[in-house]
């Protein structure tokens, strides 16, 4: 199998990387190293990739039809991860968001028509479900009421995966992610940004009261999802699906942020601001869909993940 693979360099995609290259693939990794946070850090992410032959990596933007059409022949699979990331930036960039979330993803469609590349895996996320008031949420659930411009994008982005399919028979596999956590975690999230914080022996942010909940998911249960998703692709033609993948369970903020302190033993010192626009209160993932056509199974508890997640940060900051 040949893959290309969007934001290769990214938190998610440079693991999915590594785990695919593992497994005898042939990786394209396409990543145009913006400065949404630090390039320097995905260029290590990529440390370990490069260490193998069969990857390539591509310097250039999803957008760009000629970067696009100079991509190497005999890819059969794209899983599209690369995206402009987070709620609260795309209500201060939006058209930003929608030209590299929307129009990207058109430009990869339109990519795997023209080279007849039949297997499309696309990152969605659970900030489509706005906020939802039944719990856990559903793929079943409707979804017409984002509150972001990055939740609407990511919707449009699924729309168009399901125009793809009906209109050329592009099988299109549209995985909504929960909270991702874990090593090499973006640095602006929550959990590195509080870790970070802490380790410095500065205050926390803590937007509203700490009682938003979240259904955070440890990176390797994420990874076991996507493989997952790779083989069902694989199998089917012609078919459109929306899956979410989470842990089904949920954390509030404040627990959160002590979990964190008593893990790196420190007395965490917060301060309290409004609650921000965009922000959804709660994200709970109905897994039961993903169970049954993926086999997928989470396995991390939170102070595992939490745990995991100390040491690694502990050694990138040594």
Not at 113 to 121: A, K, L, V, Y
Not at 279 to 302: C, H, M, N, Q
């Amino acid at each position: 199998m040949t893959v290309l693979l969007t934001g290769s360099a990214g938190f998610i995609a440079s693991h999915l990387s590594e785990r695919l290259l593992a497994d005898s693939c042939t990786v394209v990794g396409l990543d145009n190293f913006d400065d949404f946070y630090d390039p320097a850090i995905k260029e290590a992410n990529l440390a370990r990739s490069l260490d193998y032959d069969s990857f390539k990596l591509v310097r250039g933007d999803i957008r760009n039809e000629g970067t696009l059409a100079g991509l190497p022949e005999g890819i059969d699979t794209i899983i599209h991860i690369a995206a402009r990331a987070g709620v609260r930036p795309s209500i201060a960039q939006p058209a930003l968001y929608y030209d590299v979330n929307v129009t990207g993803t058109l430009k990869l469609l339109e990519f795997a028509r023209e080279r007849g590349i039949s297997r499309f895996i696309f990152a969605s996320s659970s900030s489509v479900y706005g906020n939802n008031e039944k719990v856990p949420f559903s793929e079943t659930d409707p979804v017409d009421n984002p509150i972001s411009p990055y939740a609407a994008s990511k919707k449009a982005g699924e729309l168009m995966a399901h125009a793809y399919t009906h209109l050329y028979g592009i099988t299109s596999l549209c995985l909504r992610f929960f909270t991702v956590y874990g090593p090499r975690q973006r640095p602006d999230l929550a959990i590195h940004k509080f870790a970070r914080l802490m380790a410095a022996g500065e205050e926390i942010p803590m937007f509203g009261d700490g009682t938003s909940r979240r259904d955070y998911t440890y990176i390797e249960d994420i990874l076991h999802g996507i493989e997952a998703a790779v083989e069902w692709v694989g199998r089917n033609q012609g078919v459109h699906e929306v899956v979410n993948v989470g842990e089904n369970r949920t954390v509030s903020l404040r627990e959160m942020i002590q979990v964190l302190a008593t893990e790196m033993e420190v007395e965490p010192r917060i301060r309290r601001f409004p609650e921000q626009p965009g922000d959804v209160e709660r994200t709970y993932a109905d897994i039961s869909k993903a169970k049954g056509i993926l086999g997928y199974d989470p396995k991390w508890a939170f102070r595992d993940g939490i745990q995991a997640f100390l040491e690694w940060f502990r050694g990138s900051a040594a």
